[in-house]
């Protein structure tokens, strides 16, 4: 914090301001901060200047606000500067606030942060109560413990999860991949399952069919590529290369 050498007068001011000034109308929600299940209220900057402004002036007091901002570190400071008519003063140190919401940085993050900064700077600097007190709680919350007061973050996507109709449709084309014919295996489901159609078919019964049918061509695949193998490595040949996929 700046001051002038002597602030003496300034003090006097500041002591009879604050036994005029009314505390600012609560009238706004913060619903990132609650007590017992409910958003706590606060003044806006609006409340606060139309409240202090008479007592200020009634007592040679008068405020300003600076703010600033850096781009590279997404950021914006706001310094509060009180001045008494002796020419006495006290500035505070810059209240530094992030400005960056959710991955975004423009005009309208800036400016939240910019009021947001300007309502706490000012309301400490007069000594004034500008929003409810949350008895400390997020500070007293352990490291580990979610802080129900924060702001919610973003849900992971949820994964989903393969229906019966995505497993058929692997297993249809793992089939054909390797040559089988989907046709003929439609019908030999129907007749084991006594069925004209394949529609006819519950979904489940041929999802267990063409597991069946895959694992088997996978099988038959795998004896004839490590036949090939054996008759290669008798002949001398040994650049064959074979996927030894598990069956």
């Known amino acids: 914090m700046k001051t002038s050498e002597e602030i003496n007068e300034l003090a006097v001011a500041m002591a009879k301001f604050q036994k005029e000034v009314e505390s600012p109308k609560k009238s706004s929600l913060n619903p990132a901060f609650k007590r017992e299940g409910k958003a706590l209220k606060y003044a806006d900057l609006d409340a606060i200047i139309k409240v202090i402004a ?86 007293s919350l352990p490291n580990n413990e979610p802080n129900n007061n924060s702001r919610p973050q973003p849900k992971e996507p949820a994964v989903k999860e393969p229906t019966v109709n995505d497993s058929i449709v692997g297993y249809i084309t793992q089939i054909k991949e390797m040559d089988g014919d989907i046709q003929s295996i439609y019908a030999d489901i129907c007749n084991v399952e006594g069925k004209e159609n394949i529609k006819q078919v519950d979904n489940l019964k041929i999802l267990g069919h063409l597991k069946t049918y895959a694992l088997t061509l996978k099988r038959s695949q795998n004896n004839e590529a490590q036949q090939e193998q054996e008759s290669l490595m008798k002949q001398g040949t040994t650049t064959a290369k074979v996927d030894w996929g598990n069956a």
Do not use: C
């Open 54 to 139: 008479p007592a200020l002036s009634e007592n040679g007091l008068t405020q300003m606000q600076f703010t600033s901002s850096d781009i590279e570190a997404k950021t914006v400071s706001v310094t509060t500067l009180i001045t008494h008519s002796s020419g006495q003063f006290i500035q505070s140190d810059p209240l530094v606030l992030p400005a960056e919401n959710y991955g975004k940085f423009n005009a309208q993050t800036i400016g939240s942060s910019i009021t947001y900064g300007r309502r706490y700077s000012l309301s400490a600097i007069l000594g004034i109560a500008s929003e409810d007190d949350d008895d400390a709680n997020t500070q």
